[in-house]
């Protein structure tokens, strides 16, 4: 099979819901699979009311100058607990030791454990459950202790 004819597979699977194909021709099998990236969220009922809990204690402005922010080091899904029926890893105000996993985020059907950097007190929880996160995006303030 050609090069060309590969582009050409391809491309006609660029705007489908097909996320896998197979052909064989002339003894030569070709596959092309890719991720199917979700044009939607399903948020959960909870996320009503963690969007409280997130707005309760904002961070002081003295303290601002000295928090540590935990960024995301991928790009993928937010995740507050191990699973859906789980506490939170943690809450704001809760302390945390360096090491300590506090969220997760899923990438490529991958949970990453994500861990604080720093011994603290989680002073604000910048992202919602669920949501979507870029590299380098911030998801926790943490006052060091």
Do not use: W
């Not at 070709?30 to 044009?39: A, D």
């Not at 935990?70 to 890893?89: H, K, L």
């Amino acid at each position: 099979m050609e090069f060309e004819n590969l582009k050409e597979l391809m491309g006609l699977l660029k705007d489908t819901d097909i996320t896998e194909l197979q052909v064989e021709k002339d003894g030569v099998k070709v596959r092309i699979k890719r991720e199917k990236f979700f044009g939607h969220l399903e948020i959960q009922k909870s996320v009503v009311h963690e969007k409280k809990e997130l707005k309760e204690e904002p961070a002081e402005p003295e303290a601002e100058g000295r928090l540590i922010t935990v960024t995301s080091p991928i790009v993928g899904t937010f995740y507050r607990a191990a699973s859906p029926e789980a506490e939170p890893f943690v809450n704001v105000g809760a302390r945390v030791k360096k090491g300590q996993v506090i969220c997760i985020i899923e990438a490529m059907k991958l949970m990453n454990e994500i861990e604080s950097e720093a011994d603290g007190v989680i002073s604000r929880i910048l992202v919602e459950n669920g949501h979507p996160v870029e590299y380098g995006e911030p998801l926790f303030l943490v006052e060091p202790i």
